[in-house]
């Protein structure tokens, strides 16, 4: 019967796929070939939710559409240890603290390159979208570490002192009001021009649509609105996913990097829903007949072994 139910999902899914194309008009197709060549971390759920050449999840009809480009600086946690020259020096120390006991959110895809090779992107406070710094003060930086807090957060530092040698102690947080509710808590007051932000990719996931918020016309509301955000399509929520990133030239020392957001609001159409409705009846007629037939031969092997019927005993 297993394979019954596979033969209709085969078959509907024959019917559904087209043929795959790029996202770019210059037809490149981006393949994030890290995610064929290394593990993925254990607790990753998240997953590609529309087709790659750029149509609405199938099934769904698209509300608004919005694509935006970022740019970064990509290491590698190596680099922390590379002395007072490179760049990460100020802030090797603190970051390492931060993250001891940690568990490694994952980088693009998900992927762990594992130890020293894991990547930690870099960016300038004020390069972040509004909603994304929102959320990370009301979230992060007015938060306590919460005894389930055993994975990576978003780090915000003060830039570099004038001072040579000086270095960053630990990332900035709130200052706490006792008795008072964290959303009152302080923050420390350093100009946004004067911080930067230190992450794992994998960090970007849950929080994706706010990339696009802003300027997003009339799916500003929509991607806004965390709780619209969902890993699969369903009717009337929100998807996203960074369908492109670039590598870091590491041969040249070069660490900067892009990486291109995706963020759909989409509706179910009434094809799909039609779709989905019949995969359904399909599905609850295939469990049913499954049913029957489990039910018959177990009656066959009663009959079989002379064991008395149930009206019997």
């Not at 570099?160 to 990332?171: I, L, M, R, Y």
Request: proline share 7%; charged share 30%.
């Amino acid at each position: 019967m297993k394979s019954t139910i596979a033969s209709i999902a085969l078959a509907l899914l024959v019917q559904a796929v087209g043929p795959t194309h790029a996202y770019e008009k210059n037809g490149k197709h981006f393949i994030n070939w890290d995610a064929h060549e290394f593990p993925i971390v254990d607790h990753w759920n998240w997953h590609r939710p529309f087709p790659d050449h750029g149509e609405p999840p199938m099934g769904f009809e698209t509300k608004c559409n919005v694509v935006k480009k970022f740019h970064a600086r990509n290491y590698r946690l190596g680099d922390l240890r590379n002395g007072e020259d490179h760049p990460l020096y100020p802030f090797s120390d603190a970051i390492q603290r931060h993250i001891a006991g940690r568990t490694y959110p994952g980088s693009w895809d998900g992927v762990d390159h594992g130890g020293m090779q894991r990547d930690l992107l870099m960016m300038d406070w004020r390069e972040l979208p509004v909603y994304v710094r929102q959320w990370i003060e009301r979230e992060e930086m007015k938060r306590p570490d919460r005894d389930d807090g055993r994975q990576w957060r978003f780090m915000v530092f003060q830039k570099k002192p004038k001072k040579s040698g000086a270095t960053a102690t630990a990332p900035l947080k709130a200052i706490p009001t006792e008795g008072a509710d964290v959303s009152t808590w302080t923050l420390p007051e350093v100009s946004d021009r004067d911080k930067v932000v230190f992450f794992a990719p994998g960090q970007l996931y849950p929080i994706l649509p706010l990339f696009n918020a802003k300027g997003g016309g009339k799916c500003e509301d929509s991607f806004s609105d965390l709780s619209r955000y969902v890993p699969a399509a369903k009717d009337d929520s929100v998807v996203a996913w960074p369908f492109e990133h670039s590598k870091p030239d590491r041969e040249h020392g070069k660490a900067e990097v892009y990486f291109k957001i995706r963020a759909e609001h989409v509706l179910e159409s009434d094809h799909g829903r039609d779709r989905r409705l019949m995969w359904d009846m399909l599905m609850r007629n295939a469990r049913r007949t499954e049913r029957k037939h489990t039910r018959a031969e177990r009656e066959a092997g009663r009959d079989i072994l002379g064991a008395p019927e149930r009206d019997e005993l």
